[in-house]
DNA sequence: ATACTAATTCCGTTATTTGGAATAAACCGA
DNA sequence: TCGGTTTATTCCAAATAACGGAATTAGTAT
């Protein structure tokens, strides 16, 4: 083959700076990790900022994915994005034209999930509490505790730690509470959260993954809590799965 | 200098796939305006499509950015999302609070904008219409027609006829009348229409880009038509350029 | 069917990248 | 503030990954 080494050593340094994020990642680490030489990948990482897909922090000296990256992912949200939505959008519409539950799908923004789409259920009880493009910390919803317990643990200490004072506005949560529901939703491998904001609703979260192992988004399926049954939740489980590993093979070719 | 040629070529490309978005570029025309040899540019971009950096449509052969860009994206949005509103907050909260006019933040969705940050004014007259995260189709508020206007030729036309179904819940705005407001906001380098949708609001409209010639955001000031003078439009406008220089600094360094 | 353009592969040559070693800069504990 | 240590950066001869002219194949329009 030709053309291909540096191609591949590029998108190896993007996805891996990429898990770090936002902390980013020295450069010793990143030579370490690629496994490559310290000049070879001093010379990678910067052309890659010079260029703008990398930043380094004038600082720490670590390396986060730049604003060139920012930007084509928006020009590339034109695409994907719709995408995103309508695939979910079926099997989520099953179940809220079934059960009456509402579905919805969240995206991480710094340390907030935003709700991109909301596919409400004909039942009665809506959660009114998470409407469109609304920012929540991560963790206080079942999408955002799904995010959250899927970064990388000096990450998600980070977030805890840094949207702890938010969280008495949000059903008074305590950091050490929330800290258990990610280890819970961890070993269980999805999110089941009583959500604090809203009382009397409850919801089950999937993160999504792609290519890269950072969460890129979650979906949940939330009912009155009182429906929330274990039998409930190994119902909803296998659609949010389907959703989930359809986006990501959508997403992979 | 050294590793830097594969990147700069992988850089140029991406920026260039990125301004052809979503219909896309052919090889040809690609290698021609990449200025590499044919045999280059192939090894190149197929090695960019099997990272999945670039996607190519089994049919009509173009490439387009893939859905790696697209999660590479929503992880560096964590950092630049916030950043991109925090940085127009400023400038938006001295308008509404000396003014009482609301000020928006749209990004581009497919076919749709949608708004991701909303600065209210403490002017009675606000306009719910536009509320956090709604979509709308490009061109009925004033940041989709700074987007739209903002497009390549072709891809402008494109929207405006994937767009022209719906536009008639829309104020039942017409493509010929929509397509005449881009040559306007075109030539006046801003985005001026009195909103169909919401009948009495008007708003100043300007696109924001980066390093590629797609513009990734809008940032308006909407307020009451009648408030809205000539007068008025140039007392917004250099608040409006000031954040979209702000964002595109902060972006480019 | 035919001619044309676009896309892809081949392979000897060469320019780009490589990496060991040296250097410089930051960091840290006293 | 200062040595000692880790981390980051630069140099340059050697190696090899990438280059590109030419030939080939696929696709498309006539």
Known sequence: MAGVQSVARVVRALKLIAAHAPEG?????????????????????KALASEQMLARDAHSRRYNLG???FELGLSSASRF???????????RAERAASTGDTSFLFVRSGDDTVCVSRVEGTYPIQTPMVPLGSRQPLGVNAGGLALLSAL???????VLAAIAPRLAKH??????ELRRYCGEAQSAGFALIANRAAPGVSAVG???TGATTTPIAAITVATTEARMTDARVKEILPLL???ADEIA?????
């Open 152 to 158: 990388p643990e000096v990450e998600m200490n980070r």
């Open 25 to 45: 990642m020295r450069f010793t680490d990143l030579a370490r990790e690629l496994d490559l030489e310290p000049p070879t990948a001093h010379r990678l990482l």
């Open 249 to 253: 093979r959508r997403l992979a070719q």
């Open 67 to 69: 604003p060139l990256v």
């Open 206 to 208: 999937l993160p999504i």
């Open 171 to 176: 059903g008074d949560l305590k950091v050490e």
């Open 81 to 91: 994005g719709p995408t995103l939505r309508a695939t979910c959008a079926p099997v």
């Open 241 to 243: 799965t389907n959703a």
